[in-house]
């Protein structure tokens, strides 16, 4: 009795076509007599995560059991941060039994039709397991096209560079691996975790001046900002994509920037490959021995990627629970 959908209104917009209900076989209008309200709900305000979304919502009087919802909507635009490409997705497995799901996309040839029965959730499982069916629409081929779709995002200017040497003396230190936490502890523990997602800049992440200044900044700032103060050291440093719920099931997920959730840093450091998760605080400890959660794979934002790298288990502490079961034998 109550539907709702969010939408970015910086490059959406969002519109019911059809609510109604069949009852004993009569149909009844519910879209004429109700209202669809708008709503300003941050839904991540908790983790400092603004993303300027609006939810419309038709809350529907006098449904019965046995009533049959029938309802149909659009979203209607295009974010900027990617032009030229098209990535859409749809469940068709729910927790609850859907008669018919008709699922159309506008603009490339595309339609999917299908009885979709309920689906049985276990709270248990992994966050990386999915067992429900979906489709995707994508134009992206390869990671590659993802790659060269992204990095221009992330491409330090002149100016960008002059500004982050000159910050970087802050951080001097005649041993490198000092200098180097120095850089990664200033990112992580005096930039506060601070993100303004809507439209672009929830791929693109903001001036690296504005981050230092502002002192504030999400996951792609922080990332942006120390891998480059790091390449301003003469230290091989990157940005990387990843997915902190579906870590290594990212191999298999769909070709597209709305695959990854997160970004980190990957560093070149005697000859040895170390992720730092700049949104960390107060982790301290030896570079070498820098723990980092088992994310799996993540794309590189470098040049020379050619798809998703492996990302070696950095999880240096561990808990291991063995259970014993004694079964009688009657």
Request: aromatic fraction near 14%.
């Amino acid at each position: 009795s109550r539907l709702s959908f969010d939408y970015d209104p910086s490059y959406q917009t969002f519109e019911f076509h059809e609510v109604g209900i069949y009852r004993n076989g009569v149909y009844i209008d519910k879209l004429s007599n109700h209202i669809a309200n708008t709503f300003h709900r941050e839904t991540s305000m908790e983790r400092s995560i603004y993303d300027g979304s609006l939810t419309a919502v038709v809350n529907l009087s006098d449904v019965r059991k046995g009533d049959v919802l029938v309802y149909s909507y659009s979203y209607t635009g295009r974010n900027k941060a990617f032009p030229s490409h098209i990535y859409d997705y749809q469940n068709l497995e729910f927790g609850t039994p859907v008669g018919r799901l008709y699922y159309r996309v506008i603009g490339d040839k595309g339609e999917f039709k299908s009885g979709v029965p309920s689906k049985q959730y276990f709270t248990n499982s992994p966050s990386w397991y999915s067992n429900t069916e979906r489709v995707s629409i994508s134009n992206y081929e390869s990671w590659s096209d993802v790659l060269n779709q992204v990095l221009p995002y992330y491409v330090l200017s002149t100016n960008d560079k002059s500004f982050l040497k000159e910050i970087s003396k802050d951080f001097d230190d005649e041993n490198d691996e000092s200098r180097i936490l120095n850089a990664i502890q200033f990112v992580q523990d005096d930039i506060r975790y601070l993100g303004f997602e809507e439209g672009i800049h929830a791929f693109k992440p903001h001036p690296v001046k504005d981050i230092y200044k502002q002192r504030f900044g999400d996951c792609k700032d922080k990332s942006f900002l120390l891998a480059g103060i790091l390449s301003s050291m003469g230290y091989e440093a990157h940005p990387v994509l990843v997915h902190t719920n579906i870590r290594k099931s990212l191999i298999n997920a769909p070709i597209s920037p709305f695959s990854f959730n997160h970004c980190v840093v990957k560093l070149r450091f005697h000859e040895s490959d170390i992720y730092i998760d700049p949104t960390w605080n107060e982790q301290g400890g030896d570079l070498l021995s820098y723990t980092f959660p088992s994310y799996g794979y993540g794309l590189v934002l470098s040049p020379s990627s050619t798809g998703l790298d492996s990302i070696p288990n950095h999880y240096k502490g561990s808990t291991y629970v063995v259970d014993e079961f004694d079964i009688p034998a009657d």
